[in-house]
C-alpha cells in the first residue's frame, strides 16, 4: 500500500525557519517525482515545489523561490523541503505528493497520484 507520511510542522515566529519531511513507502519511489502542495483555510490547494525522480530538476512557485529549497534520498525513500524566512503568509497545511513521472516534475496537482496527510505550519508572532 503506498504511504507518504509528513512530519516537521510546527509554531515558528516570521524569519523563522522549518524543515518538513516526507516518508515514503510502498512504491518505487526512485521512478516518481515529489512534490509538496499547501492549502490555507479558505484556499486553493497550490504547489509549493517539486522534484524529479532522480532530483536532478526542481521548481518552485514564485510566492517560495529563493526561500524554499526541496531535496530527496531515494536511499532513504525520503523528501525535505526546508523553509527559510517564513512568512505569516506561509501558514498553511503542506503536503506531499507523488507523480508517476521520470525526468521532469510539475506543480500541477493532477500530475499526483499519492498524497500524504498533511501537516500544519504556522507563522506567528
Known amino acids: 500500500q503506498s504511504q507518504l507520511v509528513e512530519s516537521g510542522g510546527g509554531l515558528v515566529q516570521p524569519g523563522g525557519s522549518l524543515r518538513l519531511s516526507c516518508a515514503a513507502s510502498g512504491f518505487t519511489f526512485k521512478y516518481y517525482a515529489i512534490g509538496w502542495f499547501r492549502q490555507a483555510p479558505g484556499k486553493e490547494r497550490e504547489g509549493v515545489s517539486c522534484?524529479?525522480?532522480?532530483?536532478?530538476?526542481?521548481n518552485y512557485g514564485d510566492s517560495v523561490k529563493g526561500r524554499f529549497t526541496i531535496s530527496r534520498d531515494n536511499a532513504k525513500n525520503m523528501v525535505y523541503l526546508q523553509m527559510n524566512s517564513l512568512k505569516p503568509e506561509d501558514t498553511a497545511v503542506y503536503y506531499c505528493?507523488?507523480?508517476?513521472?521520470?525526468?521532469?516534475?510539475?506543480?500541477?496537482?493532477?500530475?499526483?497520484?499519492?498524497w500524504g496527510q498533511g501537516t500544519q505550519v504556522t507563522v506567528s508572532s
Open positions: 505528493a507523488a507523480a508517476s513521472a521520470v525526468g521532469y516534475c510539475s506543480t500541477n496537482r493532477g500530475s499526483y497520484v499519492h
Open positions: 522534484i524529479s525522480s532522480s532530483g536532478g530538476i526542481t
